[in-house]
């Protein structure tokens, strides 16, 4: 069963630029399909970002496309979401999810990362 860290959160003002990082132990990283996800204060968790196994697929949801760049390093089991063009919306707490096979269905989870976009 594989555990998610995340980190690199914090606070930044409308149109910065944070960097956050998901470190996965206890499982064969480059087994998961992986994901960003994100809930604001009051609202549901969100599809931010996901990718495939090796790196080579990517998606993003429509809020983030052009901004956000998720990405992964399978040597160092670490996900990573560049995040640019910070707007005060995207404030949410952030989490990583990982997607075993053969379903590829989110089933183990961070406890996330706080971003706290300023205007």
């Known amino acids: 069963q594989v555990q998610l860290a995340e980190s690199g959160g914090g606070l930044v003002q409308a149109g910065g630029s944070l960097r956050l990082s998901c470190v996965a132990s206890g499982g064969t990283f480059s087994n998961y399909a992986m994901g960003w996800f994100r809930q604001a204060p009051g609202q549901g968790r969100q599809l931010v970002a996901r990718?495939?196994?090796?790196?080579?697929?990517?998606y993003y949801g429509d809020s983030v496309k052009g901004r956000f760049t998720i990405s992964r390093d399978n040597a160092k089991n670490t996900l990573y979401l560049q995040m640019d063009s910070l707007k005060p919306e995207d404030t949410a707490v952030y989490s990583c999810?990982?997607?075993?096979?053969?379903?590829?269905?989110?089933?183990?989870w961070g406890k996330g990362t706080l971003v706290t976009v300023s205007s």
């Open positions: 999810a990982a997607a075993p096979p053969p379903d590829y269905i989110m089933d183990y």
């Open positions: 990718i495939s196994r090796t790196g080579g697929g990517t």
